[in-house]
């Protein structure tokens, strides 16, 4: 209960959406899906960009992206570091700071990324990520699927992966300002990584960082 109580605080400090934090896409072809209507205005494509009204992430932009028949089919979070004020390597500031990634599908994997020194004499950075993969794979010697998980906590009686009332109902009121009100819906082609409307959520980060 303790792990639920933290998402449900989480999620209660998380600012409403505004249609201005909010790209919508269909890729297109998706009317032509068998079972589609011709006119569906549904979305299979979703960018935002959301706000902890915390001292702790006070002034931090979160950016979420998800949709379907994009470049690839991956689960990752990644944090990026702002760059430090002090000069280390003689060059610009990079566009990415330091950061870690964890990827939670298809594979699991845990990468610190940073900025070394390059061989040589001169004080020039290179990028370098380090990365933990967990090579075991879902099967008789492996770690169990996510449905079996699942189907093994509901039968131990354990709810920790399940969502309680109040946090569903505190997700809820994050999206509901939008999820309901009109907003443009942006056409993206089918393996790519949605529409380039996007893009402009993420401007002033340096953009969005893409999987690999």
């Keep these: 209960e303790a792990i639920r109580d ?4 989480v999620l209660k400090t998380i600012r409403p959406l505004s249609a201005d934090d909010m790209i919508r896409g269909q890729f297109r072809g998706y009317r032509e899906e068998p079972g589609v209507s011709p006119h569906s205005y549904m979305a299979t494509y979703a960018a ?4 902890v ?3 702790r992430w006070e002034g931090v932009p979160f950016f979420v992206r998800a949709g379907k028949s994009l470049a690839k089919t991956v689960t990752e979070v990644m944090i990026e570091f702002n760059n430090p004020p002090q000069v280390v390597f003689n060059e610009p500031a990079p566009s990415m700071g330091n950061y870690v990634r964890f990827r939670v599908s298809p594979n699991v994997q845990i990468a610190i990324g940073a900025r070394k020194k390059s061989p040589g004499e001169k004080m020039k950075g290179e990028p370098v ?9 879902p099967g008789k010697d492996g770690p169990m699927e996510a449905y079996e998980r699942l189907l093994g906590d509901a039968m131990n009686g354990d709810p920790t992966l399940f969502a309680r009332q109040d946090v569903v109902e505190a997700a809820w009121a994050i999206v509901d300002p939008v999820i309901h009100g009109p907003s443009p819906m ?5 393996g790519t990584w949605g529409p380039s ?3 402009k959520l993420t401007e002033g980060v340096g953009g969005w960082n893409t999987p690999t």
């Excluded at 935002?48 to 706000?51: G, V």
């Excluded at 990520?129 to 794979?137: I, R």
């Design 6 to 9: 933290e998402q449900a605080k």
């Design 48 to 51: 935002l960009r959301m706000w």
């Design 53 to 55: 009204d915390s001292w």
């Design 129 to 137: 990520e380090l990365v933990a993969t967990d090579t075991a794979l």
């Design 186 to 190: 942006f056409d993206y082609e089918p």
């Design 197 to 199: 409307e996007a893009d």
